[in-house]
């Protein structure tokens, strides 16, 4: 089956440093551009970054340069790493793709930084 599937995610201390996974099945990660979304609380979602199939990265200027997504092409894994973390931060992150001309979203993960 197609899915996307996200886990790292914890709690941590403001200035800490998390590394979410997003390990996709049914689907060639290195074909597809794969995006980081996240939402807080009472908040709509939110765009983070975006590696795209060629490897160009984009980032919402709130988190350049403390966060980093990167792919792993031989683990079909999409990675984001974020340092120096923010009680902003906080929200439950979710990686997104395109497959057959539908969106993909996976289960999402827990960010949760303390002051």
């Known amino acids: 089956q197609v899915q996307l599937a996200e886990s790292g995610g914890g709690l941590v201390q403001a200035g800490g440093s998390l590394r979410l996974s997003c390990v996709a099945s049914g689907i060639v990660i290195s074909t597809n551009g794969v995006a980081w979304y996240r939402q807080a609380p009472g908040k709509q979602r939110e765009w983070v970054a975006t590696?795209?199939?060629?490897?160009?990265?984009r980032y919402l200027d709130s988190v350049n340069p403390r966060f980093h997504v990167y792919r792993v092409n031989a683990e079909n894994t999409v990675y984001l790493e974020m340092t120096n973390l923010k009680p902003e931060d906080t929200a439950v992150y979710y990686c997104?793709?395109?497959?057959?001309?539908?969106?993909?979203w996976g289960q999402g993960t827990q960010v949760t930084v303390s002051s």
């Open positions: 590696v795209a199939s060629g490897g160009a990265t």
């Open positions: 997104n793709t395109v497959s057959r001309g539908r969106n993909l």
